[in-house]
């Protein structure tokens, strides 16, 4: 299987299987159009010549078919299936639980009109998690890792700063049994930054491994559908405390990380925004949300999402261009040490190696199940787990969904996000259509940035 495509003046070709990835010119790109695995060496020479003899020289036509049949011969162009297809379906067992996502605050202060957490409380009651929940599931975690050294824990919400003693003293705790439990934990908090100060700060650059900052770019976008509960701007509160944290932060690891929607289609725009502000580190992401909602992104609106993606990969070259940079999350992709074999079939690993924990302690497969009863795992009160439904996440792979065994992009999305797949096409098998668009372009343009290092360091 290969792919090709046209970018940015690049002839862009991928090898599915074998990841290979190859900038070719105008007749390779044409004559890989006709020629595949099948009649790559059957195809005869004079119907080929005939065939693009209006645009190209003979001699070119031939030393470009022998070109196309050496790449065939050292793997790298239609490749067979690494990992045997059907075949292993079956084989991709339950694994270690890795990590968790403690929800350490079912209640929010702001009011997202686009949050799938029903504005913070995943539409139950508002509560704070309680500490003896919050050391439950860190004991849950460990003695559900296996021979796991390094275990992961993003504090989520709501807004988990609204519980931030419990927060500070969950950390505390895990970090009291880590060695003797031969653990090393790693902790991630993602957060409005509305009740960010001076202390908040300084723990979370002292103990967070990674910290998410909430902000939509643009005031007049953020603030659109970002308004604290008086109906206020919270662009105005948070955007000095996040410059303030990421300053002192210095080498760390953060994302400033937005919502784009039907409202800010042009999101181009926020990333070079919060550029300007300062972050380097940016994610923006799609709503995915009811498509009767009026912000929601709708199948038409996608040829305008593309031109943005692709609009944001030529600023980014631009920087780089003058030493600067973005570090934009979807298009960070690593063609020489991709991920390992498990991590391409099955991706997050969600309800298998990542879980999420409710205030009450209830487990579910990640944050963006919770309150869908079919999903509920178990809970850390009762020290329950249901395996057979772990079971069925841990089978969750590429080779389990029909669309994705034949799209090319299947070894870098891992079949997309269960939640949405569920959320919208009821099956955590059949991928999200809308997402998967997204995610095909924003790969085409990550690899054409690669494209474009891989030139000028040559």
């Known amino acids: 299987m290969i792919h090709k495509y046209k970018l940015n003046n690049y002839n862009i070709l991928i090898d599915v299987n074998s990841g290979a990835v190859h900038i070719i010119d105008d007749i390779c790109f044409d004559m890989l159009s006709i020629i595949n695995k ?31 049949q050496t790449m065939f011969e050292k793997d790298q162009l239609f490749t067979n299936d690494l990992f045997g297809g059907e ?62 050294h390094n275990l992961e824990v993003d504090f989520f919400g709501g807004e988990p700063l609204m519980n931030f003693n419990v927060v500070k003293e969950t ?21 409005n930054g509305m009740l960010l100060d001076d202390e908040k700060i300084n723990f979370i650059n002292k103990e967070m491994h990674n910290v998410v900052l909430s902000l939509d770019g643009r005031k007049n976008i953020n603030d659109k559908l970002r308004l604290t509960k008086s109906g206020k701007s919270s662009y105005e509160i948070i955007v000095p405390k996040y410059q303030k944290l990421v300053k002192s932060r210095k080498d760390k690891d953060y994302y400033v990380r937005g919502t784009f929607t039907k409202n800010n289609l042009d999101f181009s725009k926020d990333v070079m925004h919060m550029y300007e502000l300062g972050f380097e580190n940016i994610s923006v992401e799609p709503v995915v949300s009811d498509s009767h909602l009026s912000y929601s992104i709708k199948e038409e609106n996608l040829d305008k999402i593309f031109q943005e993606y692709e609009i944001l990969a030529k600023k980014i070259i631009e920087l780089r261009q003058k030493n600067k940079k973005i570090i934009f999350f979807h298009f960070m992709i690593d063609l020489e040490k991709s991920p390992c074999a498990v991590k391409k079939l099955k991706g997050c690993g969600c309800g298998n190696e990542y879980v999420a924990v409710t205030p009450s302690g209830d487990i579910y ?38 669309e994705c ?51 000028q360091n040559n």
């Open 171 to 191: 950390i505390e705790y895990a970090r009291s049994i880590e060695k003797k439990s031969g653990k090393n934990f790693r902790f991630t908090i993602t957060t």
């Open 87 to 148: 075949s292993i379906k079956n084989k991709i067992v339950n694994s270690p639980i890795k990590a968790m996502c403690i929800n350490i605050a079912h209640d929010c202060n702001l009011k997202c009109e686009y949050c799938f957490a029903a504005k913070g409380d995943f539409g139950y009651k508002k509560e704070l998690m309680p500490l003896d929940t919050a050391k439950k599931a860190i004991d849950f975690l460990i003695n559900n890792s296996g021979d796991r």
């Open 365 to 402: 497969p990640c944050h963006q199940f919770v309150g869908k009863e079919q999903f509920k795992m178990g809970n850390l009160n009762d020290n329950t787990l249901n395996l057979p439904l772990k079971n069925k996440f841990s089978l969750n792979n590429i080779y389990s969904k029909d």
């Open 38 to 68: 099948e009649n790559l060496y059957t195809y005869p020479e004079d119907k080929l010549i005939n065939q693009f003899s209006n645009k190209y020289a003979k001699q070119d036509i031939l030393e470009t078919y022998q070109e196309v």
């Open 405 to 455: 065994i034949k799209c090319w992009a299947k070894y870098f999305c891992s079949g997309g996000c269960s939640a949405n797949n569920f959320n919208f096409e009821q099956n955590i098998n059949t991928p999200h259509k809308i997402s998967c668009a997204l995610q095909k372009k924003r790969l085409e343009c990550a690899i054409m940035i690669k494209a474009w290092v891989k030139l």
